[in-house]
T-cell receptor, first 115, second 115 residues
Framework: AQSVTQLGSHVSVSEGALVLLRCNYS??????LFWYVQYPNQGLQLLLK??????LVKGINGFEAEFKKSETSFHLTKPSAHMSDAAEYFC?????????????FGAGTRLFVKA | DTAVSQTPKYLVTQMGNDKSIKCEQN?????MYWYKQDSKKFLKIMFS???????INETVPNRFSPKSPDKAHLNLHINSLELGDSAVYFC??????????????FGPGTRLTVT
């Protein structure tokens, strides 16, 4: 069975500092991994995804994530935080399910960016 | 043009009532989803339809009944509302039921409050 664990429900960084949001997963098959961002009162938006191939994945808004199979991790990073990055971030894993794919989301990490 | 739209945006109702939430996507996608996000931001899939056929049906009380009149619409009807049904309900769509290949696009959510 799949599961996703996001370490830290809240992360606070200063503007310009490194952003690191942690995600660990468990999956019985090679996983498809995702990071989504949710701004206040909005739906989720895909930041980036890993399916196969290169383990370092680049996404929108300067974010990237690295798939590390040995550590079952898919941490999200951004070199320099911007005030507009303040949002809720969700890590997710998908695997094949009867008739389709089922996506399991982590509990989310709220990112605060201080001026 | 909104890609995935939901109505209403807010819904306040009393226990025992029956209510519906509507979702429409204008992306030409074949697959649509309903997710429930609770007060702790935990997001869980409820249903998925592909070409108007139910393909994912999670452990959801049978008071919840999805209906897909056509590929562009997926409505959610809830009977005998309970306090625990209070949550934000998100509709999403994707081109096909393959999470590895196709991104899910989320609607803005419907905040349901049961009093």
């Amino acid at each position: 069975a799949q599961s996703v664990t996001q370490l830290g429900s809240h992360v606070s960084v200063s503007e310009g500092a490194l952003v690191l949001l942690r995600c660990n997963y468990s999956s019985s098959v090679p996983p498809y991994l995702f990071w989504y961002v949710q701004y206040p009162n909005q739906g989720l938006q895909l930041l980036l995804k890993y399916t196969t191939g290169a383990t370092l994945v680049k996404g929108i808004n300067g974010f990237e994530a690295e798939f590390k199979k040995s550590e079952t991790s898919f941490h999200l990073t951004k070199p320099s935080a911007h005030m507009s990055d303040a949002a809720e971030y969700f890590c997710a894993v998908s695997e094949a399910n009867t008739g389709g794919f089922k996506t399991i989301f982590g509990a989310g990490t709220r990112l605060f960016v201080k001026a | 043009d909104t890609a995935v739209s939901q109505t209403p945006k807010y819904l306040v109702t009393q226990m025992g009532n029956d209510k519906s939430i509507k979702c429409e996507q204008n992306l030409g996608h074949d697959t649509m989803y309903w997710y429930k996000q609770d007060s702790k931001k935990f997001l869980k899939i409820m249903f998925s339809y592909n070409n108007k056929e139910l393909i994912i049906n999670e452990t959801v009380p049978n008071r919840f009944s999805p209906k897909s009149p056509d590929k562009a619409h997926l409505n959610l009807h809830i009977n005998s509302l309970e306090l625990g049904d209070s949550a934000v309900y998100f509709c999403a769509s994707s081109q096909a039921p393959r999470a590895d290949s196709y991104e899910q696009y989320f609607g803005p959510g419907t905040r349901l409050t049961v009093t």
